[in-house]
């Protein structure tokens, strides 16, 4: 390897390990299941039932049958459309094991929008709570679609959860032959640019995932036997799906589900339970330093808080660890394409290294980072600014159904190009400054440009729009529309938002509209957004 390379390929400080990702998600997961079987596992926080790893092992061996004589494939995809639960992790678990595919959700997603998932992702079966069964009703009698509810009052049509968990008569256990290039979670992410797409991840890469934060001797990411994660970000993103779900139950940590964030309840539930590990993404923090709630509970368990998803500046962290002080804050940098973690705090190690404020780590470890100039593609050296690229056998597969996007999403030689601009500093940590993608970001949600150009474009008294972020205090950005009027039209600003927002879920929803006379282009009519975002400042 030639100096030039040394200094352009960036590896984590912490040594490769040996990573066996040739095998089922499932097996690696309860690996260890004879050392903690009888240790929690799931915890419910809307009512404090406890399952031990064994229990839920069974549980998950029973959803895997239960999906088989529900008409369910091997390579066939089942929607999970749920708020964090123990039925979510038991039909993932289930799916796996079966050697099917999760699509994973938002069950607060229009019913439009639920069934562009459902048709691109070829979806059989979905499980789903009762409140959001009208949602899916019409496409699953279209297409034959199997509901599955997990609570009742059981809607007209659907088999209950409790049906897909029952003991067969025989003992013998039909296991599936699992290729660890199969398919097994499928998150929709709109990538750097266009319309949410099938992300393709496989056992294999998340398996390695996995292992990259909490493996080794020296794990990246410290969970133990004796931890509790609090599990309030929903599974249905990847980030909760494999920091909280899978590195937990790797790690043999009990994790405590919350359906939905509500600060008191939140607190109780971190008090209750002796919590010790908090995942979270801007937004909620701000929340929580804004309340005066935080005085009143005792929070001294937690060791760890992990913020992800989002920047998050100097200011807020203070603000948050003077309420903390026997945690360790730290962030971490993912995208759903990239497994989806690429840098991790080197903080949370069992040997922990110090970090800078503003960084979100140093590069996975079995995984390589490299920043090149956008226009030129040539590797640069550190601190200088350019596209953040990874590689690695935790990268996605690919996009569903999409050979495009994927080719311009991973190059010949295997690096992804993120879309984010940042820069490695000396100490090898890694600072995000701007982003080529378009994408938006809400609270730590993806908004896709696209999807609400297109239908700001498809009303009859527009002519042309554009859709841009605008930095938010409480959300981070919220998406504002440029829109180019039809001759003689009056339609106002509010008309736009009410029409918009009647069709999207409500993290899409446009914040503000401006009337212009024309949306800037170049030559190839590619949007100028930098343009468009100039004048918001």
Known sequence: MGPLLEETIFRSKLPDIHIDNRRP???????RLAEFGDRPCLIDGSNGAVMSYTEVDLASRRAAAGLRRFGVGRGQVIMILLRNSPEFVLAFLGASRRGAVATTANPFYTPAEIHKQAVA??????????????????????????????????PEGCRRFSE???????????????????????????????????????????????????????????????????????????????????????????????????????????????????????????????SSLMDAYDLSSIRIV????????????????????????????????????????????????????????????????????????VAL????????????????????????ATRNTIDKEGWLHTGDI???????????????KELIKYKGFQVAPAELEALLVAHPNVTDAAVVPMKDEAAGEIPVAFVVRSNGSQITEDELKQYVAKQVI?????????????????????????DLRAKLI
């Open 25 to 31: 998600l499932h097996e690696f997961c309860f690996e």
């Open 164 to 290: 897909l968990l029952e003991e067969e008569e025989k003992t013998e256990e039909e296991e599936e032959e699992i290729d660890p290039d199969d398919v097994v979670a499928l998150p929709y992410s709109s990538g750097t640019t266009g319309l949410p797409k099938g992300v393709m991840l496989t056992h294999r890469s998340l398996i390695t995932s996995v292992a990259q934060q909490v493996d080794g001797e020296n794990p990246n990411l410290y969970f133990h036997s004796d931890d509790v994660l609090l599990c309030v970000l929903p599974l249905f993103h990847i980030y909760a799906l494999n920091s909280v779900l899978l590195c937990g139950l790797r790690a043999g940590a009990a994790i405590l589900l919350v359906r939905k964030f509500e600060i008191s309840a939140v607190l109780e539930l971190v008090q209750r339970f002796r919590v010790t590990v908090t995942p979270f993404v801007p937004p909620i923090v701000l929340e929580f330093v804004k």
């Open 121 to 154: 992702s070829g979806t059989r079966l979905i499980v789903t709570e009762s409140c959001y069964v009208d949602k899916v009703r019409d496409f699953a009698r279209e297409r034959g679609v199997v509901v599955v509810c997990v609570d009742d009052p059981l």
């Open 306 to 377: 992990k913020s992800g998803a989002a920047p998050m500046g100097k200011e807020l962290e203070d603000k948050f660890m003077a309420k903390l002080p026997n945690a360790t804050l730290g962030q971490g940098y993912g995208m759903t394409e990239a497994g989806p973690v690429l840098s991790m705090c080197l903080a949370f190690a069992k040997e922990p290294f110090p970090v800078k404020s503003g960084a979100c780590g140093t590069v996975v470890r079995n995984a390589e980072l490299k920043i090149v100039d956008p226009d030129t593609g």
């Open 422 to 436: 940042g820069f490695v500093d000396d100490d090898d940590e890694i600072f995000i400054v701007d982003r080529l």
């Open 381 to 404: 050296a550190r601190n200088q600014r350019g596209e953040i690229c990874i590689r690695g056998e935790q990268i996605m597969k690919g996009y569903l159904n999409d050979p495009e």
């Open 506 to 530: 409500f993290y899409k929803r446009i914040g503000k509209v401006f009337f212009v006379d024309a949306i800037p282009k170049a030559p190839t009519g590619k949007i100028l957004r930098k």
